[in-house]
């Protein structure tokens, strides 16, 4: 009789550790999804983290960021589009019994509608995104009462780079940082300081050549990437041959779908595991890395140039004749460009498509997710004519890695940023 119960509950405990999992109560679903991972997934709080001084004022801020969630473009919803029939290869999959994915998990799937507004309105500012830039603008207001109490017309400069989804960006966040309406420019058609890139030749050229993707590409051939498709068919159990072009496209789905507001992830994450998830960040880093990162010096060039606008702009501010704040809205591109020209985020070596280092520094899934950030606030201390320092801040959190506890004193600001005063764009042809 004791061996009979010995051999059930061995039996028992068997079937409970090979049960199904579930993504849907799974509790801490992996979130980075590279630069489409919802800001409120990674964004700390001004209102926090605000570096406190004893005896300094803040008397002007400077920030880069990037636009909010907004939805896909054009070639990439078509495949999204043609990627939806998925749905019913897996359900029917399910009721044959050959996908392992949990009940739940695919009963979120069954029930998911098209979502067509997603889908059909192209680089279009979402609902989220809008409320990602209205609340940044108001975080900004109350960490800086005083300072951004009041603001008259030459207090101040907002500029969206070209795009709809940018001016509608650069709206909502000032609709959060003042209850007035402000004076917002117009984007630049021409050359700008925060997307320099897009009128130089020599970059057009190199992005549409091979070049910058053939690190990335090779990674997308590796053991390990096509590792991780075989996974999801088979986990899936379909018919329906899986390739990296409708595996990305479900992988869109995942992460457009889901919202960091409502700390709510769409129902087709349920396909990936966490070590899936992770193949497709790194495949994406592989893409900012050398297409607008470290891959390339000629896009720490780019980056250089709206560092030189950060200087000015504080020097300015010394002498009484700068802004109380400066904000521009730009692409991801530029945020890796900047952040690349201040020497962040290096490796020791270059990605490779060969090893993925878990522990590298350079993390689109932080560096340039939607509204991502870099803020510069210049302090004026103890009421002195040349007593100043400047904290930097990202994603609202202090960047201590640039100097000594993220506070650089006036030196130390100007001795990293004067030598981009001569960065200038000639190379580009």
Known sequence: ??????????????????????????????????????????????????????????????????????????????????????????????????????????????????????????????????????????????????????????????????????????????????DSPLTIEPAKIDFDIISPYEKCQKYIDLKQSSQPYAVPMKYLKSSEYLAVIDRIQRRLGIDYPLTHTNVSALYDLCRYDSSGLRNQFSPWCALFTTEDLQAFEYAADLRHYYRSGYGSPINERFGEIALADLLKSFQDSKTGEGKKITAYITHATMMDMVYTALKLFKDDEPLTAEFRNPDRKWRSSKQAIFSSNLMAVLNKCNGGTDDYNVVFYMNEEPLQSICKEGVCTWKEFEDKLSPFTDTNTDFCG
Not at 33 to 49: A, C, L, Q
């Open 1 to 178: 009789m004791k061996i009979l119960l010995s051999m059930i509950a061995a039996v028992c405990s068997v079937q409970i550790v090979s049960s199904t999992f579930c993504f849907w109560n799974s509790g801490c679903p992996y979130k980075y999804f590279s630069n489409k991972t919802p800001y409120e997934f990674v964004r700390g709080d001004i209102r926090d983290s605000l570096v406190k001084l004893t005896g300094c004022e803040p008397v002007s801020i400077w920030g880069l960021i990037r636009h909010g969630h907004r939805f896909p473009g054009i070639e990439y919803a078509k495949h999204m589009k043609a990627a939806l029939v998925i749905k019913d290869y897996i359900v029917s999959s399910y009721e044959r019994g050959n996908c392992s994915l949990c009940a739940q998990d695919v009963e979120n799937l069954r029930t998911w509608q098209d979502d067509k507004q997603m889908l059909d309105n192209h680089h279009q500012l979402s609902e989220e995104g809008n409320l990602e830039s209205v609340g940044l603008g108001r975080r900004l207001r109350q960490a800086f009462p005083k300072l951004l109490a009041k603001l008259d017309k030459n207090d101040y400069q907002f500029r969206p780079a070209p795009g709809e989804w940018m001016a509608d960006g650069v709206k909502a966040f000032v609709d959060g940082l003042y």
